[in-house]
């Protein structure tokens, strides 16, 4: 199913989409990705979503510094490379294996060597492998445009849950494009407490974050 409504002759409105580059200004970095729309289709372009999440991020009303983040879906990998710029311990930036060797070239080119440490880049097929994570291991898990497949939403709040803790932030930017995308937000609000934290008109993005509820203990 196509993401966008797609066709050799795109809109002009999409037409960043074809780029072979992105460049952004955040946290006092200049961020220049790679993008690859021809070859990796969505997961190489920067989506609207991940560049509203990058600003929310640099409003600061999220604490990073110190903290451990996971991003999902992260395509290019701007949002996860803006968290490490912003002071994240250590952020792990996954995607499907396709996608990696990009979306390292893209981490590398972007993270300052003495940072590079702190950023792992790693497969995460959403519901698939996932003791490979540390249950509930992250502070800050973060995904950008990443709900559109109702497919994988099952797997996708699978996800979140086993990497979150009752501690844990879920940050997610989404374009509600179509009556279907909000059905997710109906499943992730049996699991988690949810609240929108921020909508940028200009884009269309609303930003939601995510707390997971306590395990039900039944007497
Ligand atoms: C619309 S793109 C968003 C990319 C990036 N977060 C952004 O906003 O620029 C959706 C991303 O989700 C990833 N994705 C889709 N299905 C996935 C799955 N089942 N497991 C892991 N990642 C998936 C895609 O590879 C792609 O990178």
Not at 12 to 29: G, M, Q
Not at 53 to 62: A, K, S
Not at 81 to 96: P, Y
Not at 97 to 115: C, H, M, S, T, W
């Amino acid at each position: 199913m196509a993401l966008v409504p797609y066709d050799g002759n795109y809109l002009p409105v999409l037409s960043k989409l074809h780029n072979t580059s992105a460049e952004f200004r955040f946290a006092d970095h200049n961020v220049r990705l790679t993008q690859d729309w021809n070859k990796l289709g969505v997961a190489a372009v920067v989506w609207d979503a991940a560049v509203v999440m990058c600003m929310y991020l640099e409003l600061g009303q999220v604490e990073l510094t110190g903290k451990v983040a996971i991003e999902l879906g992260a395509g290019t990998g701007l949002v996860g490379i803006v968290a490490a710029l912003l002071g994240a311990k250590k952020v792990t930036i996954t995607d499907r294996e396709p996608a990696l060797g990009f979306l390292a070239a893209n981490v590398k080119e972007n993270i300052p060597p003495d940072q590079l440490g702190a950023v792992e880049v790693s497969e995460l097929t959403w519901g698939q492998g996932l003791e490979r994570y540390p249950k509930g291991g992250f502070d800050i898990v973060l995904g950008a445009d990443i709900v559109y497949l109702e497919d994988t939403f099952p797997s996708l709040l699978q996800t979140m849950e086993h990497l979150s803790s009752e501690s844990s932030v879920v940050l997610l930017a989404c374009k509600i494009r179509y009556q279907r995308d909000t059905n997710f937000l109906s499943m992730l609000k049996q699991r988690f407490t949810v609240h929108q934290v921020h909508y940028d008109k200009e884009r269309d993005i609303h930003i939601y974050k995510a707390v997971k509820l306590p395990a039900r203990r039944d007497l």
